[in-house]
């Protein structure tokens, strides 16, 4: 994995471990369902970018010539990654 994206992903993760201290916190401290529901799908999304951002690092390393491709085509790859990662 390229230093930027392993320094970009590592980013995200530590964002994302403050996300689950906070609803670890809000279950603690009893805060509504409707709050702790809204962080939960928002812990989910910022995964789900991750999980997106590693697939497409991935892919290209997988892929034959990804690498060679233009780059407005590598840029629609990214899109639809990071359209297949909005769906789960």
Do not use: H, N, W
């Not at 009893?30 to 928002?42: F, G, N, P, S, Y």
């Not at 892919?59 to 789960?88: D, H, I, N, S, Y």
Request: contains cysteine; hydrophobic residues 50%.
């Amino acid at each position: 994995m390229a230093e930027l994206v392993r320094e970009q992903v590592l980013g995200r993760l530590k964002k994302i471990e403050g996300q689950v201290r906070g609803l670890q916190r809000m279950i603690e401290q009893e805060r509504e369902c409707e709050d702790i529901l809204t962080q939960l799908a928002a812990t989910k999304m910022a995964m789900q970018r991750v999980m997106a951002l590693v697939f497409a690092v991935s892919m290209e390393k997988c892929l034959p010539g990804a690498r060679r491709l233009a780059p407005e085509t590598q840029a629609a790859l990214r899109r639809m990654v990071e359209a297949f990662a909005k769906l789960g």
